[in-house]
C-alpha cells in the first residue's frame, strides 16, 4: 500500500513540475516526459516483482496476471490524466498536428526504436529456446505455463524497453534543438 | 551534429516587426514556438516551404531572412 502512495505522490510531483515548465518544452516533448517516467516508475515495478518471483521459482499466473492489468490500467490513466492537465495548464490542444520539426524528432525516434526492436526480438526469443529446460526443472508443478508467462513477460519487457528507448531518443532530439 | 551552413535574420526581422514574439511568428507558419526557437539559434534547417513562410510574414526576400554561408568546398 505504501509503495502506491510513493508512486502516486511521485507522478504527482512530476506532473506538477512539467506543467511549470511553461513554454520552454512543446507539448510533445513534455508527454514524452510523462510517459518516459510513468513507464519507468510503473514497469520498474512490475518487472521487480515479476523477475524476484521467477527468480525464487514462484510463479502464481492469477497474481501476474492481476497486476499485470493493475499496472497497465494506472500508466494509461496516469499518462492521459497528466497529459490533459498539462494541456488544460499551457493552454495547448492535446491532440494539434506535429510540425515539420516533431515529424522530423518522431521519425528519427521511431527509426531507433525499430532497430533496437529488430536486436531484442531474437535476443529473447534465442534466449528463451536455449533456456528452456532450465525454466522447466525450475518449475516442475506447471513446465508449460511457467514457460509461457516467462516468455510472455521477456516480450512484454522488449515492447516497454523500445518504448523507453523510443520516448528517450525524442527527448534528448527535443533537447537537443531547445 | 555540426550546425547547418545557413545564417538567419529572423531575430532582427521580428525586433523590426513590433518585436514580434516567436509565438506570434509560429501562430502565422503554423509551427511551435520551440521549432522557430530551433530555426532562429540555427539549431534546425526548416523546409523550404517554412523558409518561405516565414520570408512571406516578414514581407522579406527569401535571401534576406536566410543566409548561405559559402563552405570551402562549394563554387561561388
Known sequence: MLNYLYIG?????????????????????????????????????????????????????EAIRNLFIICLATSVAIML?????????????????????????????????????????????????????????????????????????????????????????????????? | MPPPPISNSIRRLRFEHDEMTQQSLADLIGVTRQTVAAIEQNKYSPSLEAAFRIAEVFGADINEVFQWKRTSGGKS
Do not use: C
Not at chain 1, 508527454?31 to 514497469?43: E, H, N, Q
Open chain 1, 81 to 178: 490524466g497528466v497529459t490533459i492537465a498539462i494541456a488544460v495548464a499551457s493552454r495547448r490542444s492535446m491532440d494539434a498536428p506535429p510540425d515539420e520539426l516533431e515529424r522530423q524528432i518522431e521519425a528519427r525516434a521511431d527509426s531507433v526504436g525499430f532497430k533496437l526492436l529488430e536486436l531484442l526480438v531474437p535476443i529473447v526469443l534465442i534466449g528463451g529456446l536455449l533456456n528452456i529446460d532450465a525454466v522447466r526443472t525450475a518449475f516442475p508443478a506447471d513446465p508449460a505455463g511457467s514457460t509461457a508467462i516467462i516468455a510472455a513477460n521477456g516480450f512484454l519487457m522488449v515492447i516497454v524497453v523500445v518504448e523507453l528507448v523510443r520516448e528517450g531518443t525524442k527527448i534528448v532530439l527535443f533537447r537537443m534543438t531547445a
Open chain 1, 9 to 61: 505522490f511521485g507522478l504527482s510531483y512530476i506532473a506538477l513540475a512539467l506543467m511549470h515548465t511553461g513554454p520552454f518544452m512543446s507539448m510533445r516533448e513534455k508527454t514524452s516526459w510523462v510517459a518516459v517516467l510513468t513507464t519507468l516508475v510503473i514497469w520498474t515495478y512490475y518487472f521487480g516483482v515479476f523477475w524476484r518471483g521467477a527468480l525464487q521459482g514462484q510463479i502464481d499466473g
